[in-house]
């Protein structure tokens, strides 16, 4: 899980990032559109209404230290719904 940011604003809401996520398992990408402004709770929902709500809870995440990711939110979150975290090395 990482983002692509820099990108030219576009769609009706003006989207300037994207949240890249990899499913190993399924060998599947997802593109999530979003701004790289957003919190850490927008990258939150954004991951629950597109992640968990359509493939269920992940095992394991493996992101960056990114500090929407690693914030006392996110820790919370992950350890509410029983998910790993692995962080890579740059």
Do not use: Q
Not at 16 to 45: G, Q, W
């Amino acid at each position: 899980m990482d983002w692509v940011t820099g990108l030219v604003p576009g769609g009706k809401e003006n989207f300037n990032a994207c949240l890249v996520i990899v499913d190993r398992y399924n060998k599947s990408v997802r593109f999530l559109p979003c701004h790289k402004e957003d919190t850490a709770i927008d990258t939150a929902l954004l991951f629950w209404n597109n992640i968990i709500a359509t493939c269920g809870v992940p095992k394991i995440i493996i992101s960056d230290r990114d500090p929407k990711l690693t914030s006392e939110f996110f820790t919370n979150l992950y350890d509410m719904l029983g998910t790993e975290v692995e962080f890579s090395t740059a």
